[in-house]
């Protein structure tokens, strides 16, 4: 017999009583392997059915507050407050979007019955469990209007540059740089506005928003 079929030969011998000895911890681990992957797939169909419930949830309770008309401080009704709690209660029980929605839609109202601190506040942890959705980006962007609504420039800004941090899409972008330089404007940092302005009109330049930024430039540097 030659050298490499007495190797060959040899090697399935001792793979053979590799799995002679070891079969039990085998036997042991392709039932454990089965399991888990079984989990898996019954924790995601199980994860899947929780999340459409929830988003069905949501709904309802968006469709309930346009039914209510919520438009300022004369719509704040006891169902307003009531569909408040609901909103607050839900998104602290649930995950994912819907989650994210109910503080977003609680923010939402806040802000139209001109509760700024608290509009704030809720939008905050809209942004925060919307982070893997698009609400996060809109949730930072709303709060540093509540902020701006305070006078907190300072905060505002944090929210404003938060709210761009965010990769994809976020259709409010080009505002969002508008309102940095404006703001820098307001406290008389007219470096950082123009470095702002400059930036947006470099970024999307063809947009109503960099013709306002080169507005905004003359005027800083003609005064």
């Known amino acids: ?23 039990k911890g085998i036997f042991i681990s392709l039932i454990l392997v089965a399991s888990g992957v079984l989990f898996l797939i019954g924790f995601f169909a199980v994860r899947n059915v929780m999340e459409k419930k929830a988003i069905a949830a949501i709904e309802t309770l968006e469709q309930k507050k346009n039914d209510l008309g919520i438009i300022d401080n004369s719509n704040f009704t006891p169902e307003v407050q009531e569909l408040l709690d609901e909103l607050i209660t839900f ?10 929605r109910a503080f977003y839609i ?28 698009y609400l996060g980006p809109f949730s930072y962007f ?19 540059d938060n709210s761009l941090a965010f990769s994809g899409i976020f259709p409010a972008a ?16 007219n470096e950082k506005a123009a470095e702002a302005y400059r930036l947006l009109i470099e970024i999307v330049p063809n947009s109503n928003w960099a013709r306002l930024a080169h ?3 003359i005027f800083i540097e003609n005064n």
Request: aromatic share 14%; no cysteine.
């Open 215 to 217: 507005n905004r430039i």
């Open 91 to 100: 998104g602290h029980s649930t995950f994912g979007y819907a989650a994210a």
């Open 106 to 133: 609680a923010g939402d109202i806040y802000f139209s019955i001109e509760q700024w601190e608290k509009a704030e506040e809720i939008w905050l942890i809209s942004a925060e469990k919307g982070s893997k959705f």
């Open 174 to 189: 080009a505002r969002a740089r508008f309102n940095i330089g404006r703001i820098h404007e307001e406290r008389n940092e």
């Open 142 to 160: 709303n709060a540093a209007i509540a902020a701006e609504e305070q006078g907190k420039l300072e905060k505002a800004l944090e929210y404003y």
């Open 1 to 23: 017999m030659s050298k490499d079929k007495t190797e060959q030969t040899n090697f399935g011998d001792t793979i053979s009583v590799f799995f002679q000895r070891n079969r």
